[in-house]
């Protein structure tokens, strides 16, 4: 078992950023798969950016050229870099840690990207 915990988030303006930080405690998440989730109200939670235990990296197409996924394995901390906002991008941001059947989740952070 691995513990996450979100942090980074807050309210941002369109067009600004935020970068968005995932700790993790209990276990090294080098060898995990680790990603980014969103969950806007009244939607289902989906997968925004994904980072493999060997660096190769996807996203999905609404935030391709302006978020970027990265890992720090010393620090057993996964970042999500996110430029040029945008309303739509307002979501709780969870972070998730994945090994084989393993599948362990953050608590959430709120983005808000209003004006």
């Known amino acids: 078992q691995v513990q996450l915990v979100e942090s980074g988030g807050g309210l941002v303006q369109p067009g600004g950023s935020l970068r968005l930080s995932c700790a993790a405690s209990g276990r090294s998440l080098s060898i995990y798969t680790m990603g980014w989730y969103r969950q806007a109200p009244g939607k289902q939670r989906d997968l925004v950016a994904r980072i493999t235990s060997g660096g190769l990296t996807n996203y999905v197409d609404s935030v391709k050229g302006r978020f970027t996924i990265s890992r720090d394995n010393a620090k057993n901390t996964v970042y999500l870099q996110m430029n040029s906002l945008k309303p739509e991008d307002t979501a709780v941001y969870y972070c998730?840690?994945?090994?084989?059947?393993?599948?362990?989740w953050g608590q959430g952070t709120q983005v808000t990207v209003s004006s």
């Open positions: 998730n840690a994945a090994f084989a059947t393993l599948n362990s």
